[in-house]
């Protein structure tokens, strides 16, 4: 059974950073690309950023390039998003997912990801 589990949101001020993490269970974790997305209240959800199954290559919204990194460590099965230079813009609940059996073909479309966790709350205020 796939577990996902997210857990490092809180409140950060503006400008600070936050580290997510992503814990993932009952799956090859090593052989499936990734991605954190994240749901602002009152919006639908939004694909922020995605790496392949070797973490050699990284992808993100136009929104967090240059703030935001992910990563992962299969030893751990476990996936990152460091966010830097937070705004209160980036407030949300953010969820991992896991790709599905098939090559994917656009980190950013949401139906690439078959299992997602429940996500963490992220809130960036003074």
């Known amino acids: 059974q796939v577990q996902l589990v997210e857990s490092g949101g809180g409140l950060a001020q503006p400008g600070g950073s936050l580290r997510l993490s992503c814990a993932a269970s009952?799956?090859?974790?090593?052989?499936?690309?990734m991605s954190w997305a994240r749901q602002a209240p009152g919006k639908g959800l939004e694909w922020v950023s995605g790496i392949n199954s070797d973490g050699s290559d990284q992808y993100y919204a136009d929104s967090v390039r240059g703030r935001f990194t992910i990563s992962r460590d299969s030893a751990k099965n476990t996936l990152y998003l460091q966010m830097n230079s937070l705004k209160p813009e980036d407030t949300a609940r953010y969820y991992c997912?896991?790709?599905?059996?098939?090559?994917?073909?656009?980190?950013?479309?949401?139906?690439?990801?078959?299992?997602w966790g429940h996500g963490t709350q992220v809130t960036v205020s003074s």
């Open positions: 997912a896991k790709a599905g059996p098939f090559i994917i073909r656009d980190y950013s479309g949401l139906s690439e990801y078959d299992a």
């Open positions: 009952g799956f090859t974790f090593a052989s499936y690309p």
